[in-house]
DNA sequence: CTGAAAGCGCTTACAG
DNA sequence: CTGAAAGCGCTTACAG
């Protein structure tokens, strides 16, 4: 690729040295207002671009953040990346994704890929089936300033974004429950992520305080592959220990329950009620019949990660990321998949 | 961010010069290869990891490919970029992913930024809103490596990769025909677009082989936002000349017409029937009653957008990208949207 | 087979 | 207010 003019190029144009001329582009105080508009015009003129490359050689900076997700086909995940760009981009910054695919191997390549600078910092979801996380403690103890957001890794001391994910497991089944549930199954991607954690725990505790028993049967982890998820709701929905309300605190989940549904006799919500995690909100109001959302404020938390990093990264003698946890609420919307009319 | 060791510190440690080390880890055959296994050995034990900076000055080249989608809560898009990190991935390569949100102004201010070298190379689908080209012209004229897939800019001499959409649109209209409907709207995003106007030629034509007049008012151009979409679509649903078949354009105007739908007394399909260039089959099959779909086959699409370029960036000498249109056929499922029982 | 030197295109401490 | 020089960390033509 042939980039245009260079500075020196441009220098020679304006019988200036190379110095003056990065000095006036970068506004420095230490040049004349004249010489800066001869250089600006001149370099507007011969439609000038510095090298990237050689400025962050030079400033060991890349002014590139880089996004690391467990996948794109999520609307959750797409509004948050877009909440990133928001931001990052007024700042003159550019964004690197990476999609890990829920698998622990290529979160552990792309993250060492990473160790090299080429991002500035990263701001990532981990994959649910991340249980060693040697590769994300080394990034940190590096001092590479690092923000997680959703599935956080709590063990590594830096700030996580995360939303009231023990309310709304609470919140969530103490709804199913004014409804009539008795029998709710928790449907989750990993035990190890802590986000389900939260939920689940915001789960056991709204039973207990309704005095119902918790049943580890109507606890179900998924996989990645959709079709073996509908079969393995299918089965649930159709065996003995039958669940009567359904917390799903994965979206494609939700979409799996709809499709075991099918396969049953089952009605939703006369059977069955169903309440799940869902950002896709123009889809939940179509479905049949229209399921009832827990919704994490995805573009906010796009947007918080990056103000973080942005302050971190463009103000001199930042301090390190703070070691908390950021907690943005997300909304319940009540909608037929729980209601009995 | 500190970075580890560099090159001139592992030759350091090795009593070798910089030049042989950087050889050995080229894998260079000037090297022996007892030197070689000395040298990636204590990379690996120093965990050297090469300025990626340094190398893409020196070699002018950035290792990276730029893509640039109208939108990130897209099926379609997502997939795409799933398929193009698929072979990227692979060589090493690494993405910039920018969203322009259909807007033509961040779109010429994202593609005039990747001017300055940043990415060896762009795959893009432009914004429908994008009519002046000149900033892909130029981009292209200086020989900067480009690729479009789906919304692509024919004016531009460079490879274009789309599906079927002329027979798309002549099929779909042709099987909504079938099912006998007779006014059939075609809803779109822009007329701008070459695709739409594909998609819309063989609409044209298909409404012709049957003896049917097109009829411009039922020619709906939709915009950015839902709450007006689904508005426009229910006022042609309720109005004089009211269509019994609707074939969508693009996936978001299909959920947007299942939610006029409901505003409305009509019943999909006895009323109203409808076929959508739709990706996400999951949530078609979904939704009631479950819609007769155009699939695109988004991540082979993005797999052969990336296997070009990287043929294009890692063999030398490679002529320019030939200016040709790729076509990779859609298929269509028929569901009950457009299957009276 | 190995090394010394030049240079990619910037920025900035130093000098004037 | 402006310029000459050094250096960021690599790679590679040149020399031996």
Redesign the pocket.
Known sequence: MS?GV???ELAAELK?????V??A??DSY??????KKKVISMAEKLN????PF??S????KSKTIAVVIPERMSNFFSKVVDGIEEVTQEHGYHLLVYCTHEDVDREKKIVNLLMNGRADAIVMSVSSQTSDISHLTRLHERGFPLVFFDRICPAIPTTKFITNDYESGFEGTKHLIQQGCRKIAFLMLSKELSITKERHRGYLDALRQAGLSPEPQLNITCCQEEEENIESIRKLLTGPNRPDGILSSVEKLALATYHAVKRTDLKIPNDLKIISFFSNLSIASLLNPSLTTITQPAFSIGEECAKLLIKKLTKPRQPDLPNQVITIPSHITIRSSTIVL
Chains 1, 2 share one sequence.
């Open positions: 980039t260079n500075l020196k200036l040295s190379p110095s003056t990065s000095r582009l970068n230490e040049i004349s207002e004249a010489t000038y671009q510095p090298n050689a400025r050689l030079r400033e060991n």
